[in-house]
């Protein structure tokens, strides 16, 4: 019997461009990824999304939680989602794995300062790359353990 992490954790991808978002869903299921995937497209929809407000504040509470973050979000950017993710004790122990367009340095850094796990580049002008660099993270996803 899988363990618990195994069976309940949910996808969470925040990701403004919907050509971005669809790529990465059908890639991850091509890698045989058959969790629970949650699409929303800015960042204000994924603090509410997390901290069951907004539109969610009726919601139950998110199972456990593996989230796929731009940076370049409309409303609220990743920089914030992800500050305010690891400041409150209700999220602060959730994996984030940036998935974005930016290979700066600065941000790069600024994104493992304020406690992300992964940083992931998207490649912008060769969908095969980033369909394949996706498939490859559905793949490491398959092993990773996540805290209940």
Known sequence: MPARSEMTVTI????????????I?????????????????N?????????????????????????????NLPVIDGFEVLRQMKSDERTKHIPVIMVTSSDDSRDIAKCYDLGCNVFL????????????????LGLF???VKIPE
């Open 121 to 136: 580049t998207k490649p912008l002008v060769d969908y095969e790359q980033f369909a394949e660099a996706i498939r490859k």
């Open 141 to 143: 996803l398959t092993i």
């Open 43 to 71: 960042g204000r929809q994924a603090l509410d999304y997390l901290f069951s407000e907004g539109e969610y504040e009726d919601s139950e509470e998110p199972e456990p939680l593996l989230v796929l973050l731009d940076l």
């Open 12 to 23: 969470l991808v925040v990701e403004d461009d919907p050509g971005h978002a669809r790529l």
């Open 25 to 41: 869903e059908r890639n991850l299921r091509y890698s045989n990824i058959a969790n629970k995937i949650v699409k929303l497209s």
